[in-house]
């Protein structure tokens, strides 16, 4: 009888642990960019701007990459929290809040739609000319931001150094069955960290 019971728990205990591992959202790359010319090398400190409408989402997002770059030994801050809630978050701000804490890097990121296939391009093509400095991708993409409710979403992250405001870095990718924004947000950064350490951005 406490054969039979030992086994049943077992089995029970293996069945939960496959239903929790089924239902944890599946996070792929669907394109990554990166300039060839970059020549700065390993990147030790980066600020993270998400375009999401959704106030609450767009904190966890940044929250979520700032907490894998700084595991990955990289000084890293959400640019909402280096300002207060009356000052504008706009290009200004966000160059000159960089520039002051000496952040090598602007990760810019947002949502997306899975169904807006022209964000998905081939890698070889480079991003369209509007994407190349970080005022002018900014000044555009905060528009096209959205409120992710669907379970099976996109998202485009940008990287620029902040010195230059240029292009180095860009990658867009899809989640598929993500149950709550936590499990959506942290897959996403994970494999988009992933990705940052084999194209030496990141250490």
């Known amino acids: 009888m406490i054969k039979i019971q030992k086994t049943v728990m077992v089995a029970m205990a293996v069945h939960l642990l496959f239903f929790s591992a089924s239902c944890a959202p599946t996070t792929k790359l669907t394109r990554v960019w990166k300039d060839d010319t970059y020549k700065g090398g390993f990147l030790r400190s980066i600020m993270v701007v998400d375009l999401s409408k959704n106030t609450l989402r767009g904190k966890m997002l940044e929250d979520a990459f700032v907490k894998q770059f700084k595991r990955k030994g990289v000084r890293a801050t959400a640019s909402g929290a280096q300002v207060s809630s009356n000052t504008a978050l706009d290009v200004d701000t ?15 990121t947002h949502f997306i739609s899975v169904k807006d296939k022209s964000v998905f391009l081939h890698p070889s093509i480079p991003p369209p000319p509007g994407e190349k400095s970080f005022a002018s991708y900014y000044s555009s993409a905060q528009y096209s931001g959205r409120d992710v409710e669907e379970t099976d979403v996109g998202m ?9 405001e240029k292009l180095i870095w860009s990658v867009s990718s899809e989640s598929i069955d993500a149950n709550t924004v936590d499990e959506l947000v942290e897959s996403l950064a994970k494999v988009v960290l992933k990705n940052l350490r084999q194209d030496k951005l990141i250490q």
């Open 156 to 164: 485009k992250s940008n990287l620029y150094e902040t010195s230059t």
């Open 94 to 108: 966000i160059r000159a809040e960089a520039q002051r804490l000496k952040m090598e890097a602007i990760f810019v």
